[in-house]
């Protein structure tokens, strides 16, 4: 590095300002490139993005035809919106012509987002699509919580009904029938069996009264006592009448003795007796408990009139009950019920605690304030032609103080509905929430619906006209749910393989031209309380009463004179043979008094003996006169 | 990237060039408010606005900015306090409450403590930061960089070819 270097000279520096002129062009282009990009790309990229979240959440294919945005007008316009049916691809679930949403600058600047006013318009439900939509393979299954909670509802309602309870009450009475049973229990009758045991009984005692009676009843002891009484009387020797005497004693013993065995047979013979004529009432009885025991046989229900309507209404109902449950459960998942006073929570210390102010002119974060609903019919499809209102939903009600209100009016010709009114309210404005929904339906066309759809009885409405109400409220946790419907012009289904079911049902059904549904159902959703009344669960009731009741007629009636047939000849023969029984008292009493007399009559001999009666005074007498003689 | 890069570099040259004091001085006080704002909000949005717009030194701005954004991370819990007691100053209540319902206002996130703590803190520091990063740059072009310069070592390595190049296309391509 021998050579110096020259320095070059230096440029003189053009003094420059504060400004960085430089800079603006390159902002200018950044700026201008937003802009192209906002006012060409940004609603086709923003189409693509609803599209591709569309189709990822519903499962199938979501097309929208066009997005237009404008950031100075502060609008939001989505159109022709087609979501796929995932189970049939050729249909739409939903499609919609037009979304409409005009923020209001005025929030915007605020940081809020108020949409003053929206619309959404011709929305239609199951319209065929031009082309089938792709439908992306499905997920693995997974437990849906809405699904579990439908559930819990509807496992509630299934203790109430049965599927096929008419066709079950049927059956039961087409099974009992007495002939049947009573073939079956014909030998089993206690009763008969018990009086062929009384029979039997009262044989064997009649045998061993017969043999005991005879022996009683026999006098050749009396005639040899007889014949004794007077061999003594004829004695004329004072010795031999002092022997005489002393075998008269013996023998008044002996006749004495006989006498209580008598006396002791007969008591015996009158409880036994006594125990045997209670036989009769006893066979009644037994009667009578066969016959009960009978009617159990044929398990003939108690129906209640209250049983028969939910049974019939109680899966509909349901329904509506477990629809309002997912509905529920759905809006409290986007609109939490707000509490009184917001919880402050200590927020983590880089995030710092954020302050609210009063809003005293400016809006909430988010207040869409109306949006007109509008649809109209077209054929093909299930739409109908509705109008109605979204109002007030919001980010903050207890600031707007009003509830979020869906009013919707309208007919569904397709499905030949007409005047459907529906009001859904969401008050999240009180300290507690309450939500509510007012349905009415002026005419709907009742679709086919089976009461019962067995084997043994088809029985339902081919068709026919109705209108119904169904207003629900749910406050803190507690649901409470009416419903009411008309069904007119009935046109019945009654197809049943027994004569009789059919004839009972057909007369029933005939003197109902209206059936009139009445549903409540109140409590919390764990422990639902569920009432329903129908004219059509009365009318069946009691047509089924009266032919249970029938059935139960007949049937005692059978019983009665099965019974009367196996019990009346053993029950005669008893009764003959309780007579019998009576004889043999009567024998033993003549007996009894047959040897009182002849006992009455020795103490008489005894006594005249004694006294020296006989044929020449009494042996006293007979003795002192003979000491007389000896000189003593 | 390149921008970045470029701007750091040209903070190095001019921290040792002999002009663009104040240049230098606001980037550091500019950085200095967008280290202390804790996310992005209205008032990040100005700042970068005059550092665009203004001919500031951006390199100074970022490199300040970088700096201080550790420094605020650790004075958050301050920032959150001094932002509490001004937030619940009941006499700046309606003030707030003004401010809260008035349009673009509310994009400043002055309701937030942390945003209003390190807001107040850096509008008080700012002329300080803004003085003494002056005086800082001054102090380092007498004390530092010409003790440099009279170094053997820099004279060597002006006399180098490698040098000459440089200073070269410095003279004509350099801003």
Redesign the interface.
């Known amino acids: ?1 021998t050579t110096e ?1 020259k ?2 000279e ?2 003189p520096v053009k003094k ?5 002129w430089e ?2 062009i390159p ?1 200018t282009i950044i700026c201008a490139g937003a802009y192209a990009y906002f006012a060409w790309f940004f609603d086709q990229h923003l189409k693509k993005a609803i599209e591709y979240v569309g189709t990822q959440a519903n499962g199938a294919e979501v097309n929208v035809a066009s997005v237009k945005t404008s950031f100075l007008r502060g609008s939001f316009d989505l159109n022709g919106l087609q979501v796929t049916d995932k189970d049939i691809p050729t249909h739409n679930a939903l499609s919609l012509d037009n979304v409409h949403f005009q923020y209001m600058w ?1 929030a915007l ?3 809020k987002f108020v949409v003053d006013d929206a619309s959404i318009n011709q929305i239609q439900v199951a319209s065929k699509r031009e082309k089938p939509g792709f439908v992306l393979p499905p997920e693995p299954a997974k437990p849906s919580k809405l699904d579990g909670l439908q559930k819990e509802v509807l496992d509630q309602v299934k203790k109430e009904y049965s599927q096929n309870m008419l066709g079950d009450l049927l059956a039961l009475l087409e099974g009992a029938d007495p002939k049947d049973q009573l073939e079956k229990i014909r030998e089993e009758l206690k009763s008969e069996k018990r009086v062929k045991e009384m029979i039997a009984d009262v044989e064997t005692k009649q045998k061993v009264w017969e043999g005991e009676v005879k022996r009683l009843s026999d006098t050749s002891k009396l005639k040899e006592i007889e014949a004794q009484v007077q061999a003594v009387k004829a004695e004329k020797n004072v010795l031999k009448q002092l022997a005489g005497a002393k075998e008269l004693n013996d023998l008044l013993k002996d006749v004495q003795k006989q006498a209580k065995e008598i006396k002791g047979a007969g008591k015996k013979l009158e409880g036994e007796i006594r125990v045997v004529s209670a036989y009769p009432n006893e066979v009644q009885a037994l009667v009578r408990d066969d016959i009960a025991s009978l009617k159990n046989r044929f398990k003939i229900p108690e129906l209640d009139v209250k049983d028969m309507a939910m049974a019939l209404f109680a899966k509909e109902f349901g329904g509506y009950i477990a629809k309002a449950r997912k509905y529920q459960a759905l809006a409290k998942q986007y609109l939490p019920e707000k509490k009184e006073r917001e919880e402050v929570l200590p927020p983590p ?14 809006y909430p974060l988010f207040w869409l304030k109306r949006a007109a609903i509008s649809s109209t019919g077209t054929p093909g499809s299930y739409s109908g032609n509705v109008s109605g209102e979204l109002t007030n939903v919001t980010t903050s009600p207890k600031w707007v103080k009003k509830p979020i209100v869906l009013d919707l009016k309208g007919d569904f010709p397709a499905s030949e509905m007409y005047g459907v009114q529906a009001k859904v309210t969401a008050d999240f404005t009180g300290a507690v929430a309450r939500q509510g929904l007012d349905l009415k339906v002026s005419t709907f066309a009742v679709p086919s619906r089976m009461f019962s759809e067995s084997e043994k009885l088809k029985f339902g409405l081919k068709k026919a006209t109705g209108s119904t109400t169904l207003t629900a409220a749910l406050q803190e946790g507690t649901m409470k749910m009416s419903w009411n419907a008309q069904i007119s012009k009935p046109d019945w289904l009654v197809e049943a393989k027994s004569n009789l079911a059919q004839e009972l049902l057909s007369g029933i059904v005939q003197g109902i031209p209206v059936i009139y549904v009445n549903g409540d159902v109140s409590g919390p959703w764990k422990a639902l309380n569920m009432n329903i009344t129908s004219n059509l669960g009365d009318e069946l009731a009691n047509g089924m009463k009266a032919q249970v009741s029938r059935k139960i007629a007949e049937a005692e009636g059978k019983l009665q004179a099965l019974v009367d047939e196996k019990i009346k000849g053993p029950q005669a023969q008893l009764m003959g043979q309780l007579k019998g029984n009576g004889d043999f008292l009567s024998q033993i009493k003549n007996a009894d008094q047959l040897y009182k007399a002849n006992e009455d009559k020795i103490k008489a001999e005894i006594a005249k003996l004694q006294k020296g009666g006989g044929g020449k005074g009494g042996l006293e007498e007979q003795g002192k006169n003979l000491l007389k003689k000896f000189k003593f | 990237m390149t921008l970045l890069l470029k701007q750091l570099f040209g903070f190095f040259k001019l921290l040792h060039s002999e002009t663009g004091n104040n240049q230098l001085a606001w980037g550091v006080a500019l950085g200095f408010i967008l280290g202390m704002t ?1 996310a992005l909000s209205l008032q990040s949005l100005l700042v970068f606005f005059c550092l ?5 030194q951006i390199g100074a701005a970022f490199l300040a900015a970088f700096f201080f954004k550790f420094i605020a ?1 650790l004075l ?2 301050a ?2 306090l001094v ?2 007691w001004a ?2 100053l009941p006499s700046l ?1 309606g003030l ?3 401010l ?5 206002v ?2 400043t ?1 002055f ?5 209003m ?1 390190s807001g107040i803190v850096a509008i008080i520091l700012l002329p300080f930061v803004l003085a003494g990063s002056k005086w800082a740059i001054i102090k380092y072009r007498v004390t530092v960089v010409e003790r440099f310069r009279e170094t053997k070592l820099f004279k060597a390595w002006t ?3 490698l040098y ?1 190049w440089y ?2 296309y410095d ?2 391509f350099g801003n």
């Open positions: 590095m270097q320095a070059p230096k440029k420059k300002g504060p400004i960085r800079a603006i902002v005025d600047l605020r940081m210390r880089e995030v710092g605690k954020t302050y609210e102010f009063p809003i005293t002119k400016g | 804790p665009f717009f203004f001919r500031v991370f958050d819990p920032f959150d932002g509490q937030l619940e209540q707030f409450t003004d809260y319902n008035m349009p673009i509310p994009f996130r309701n937030n403590s942390i945003v703590g006399k180098t070819s000459a200073y070269k003279t004509y």
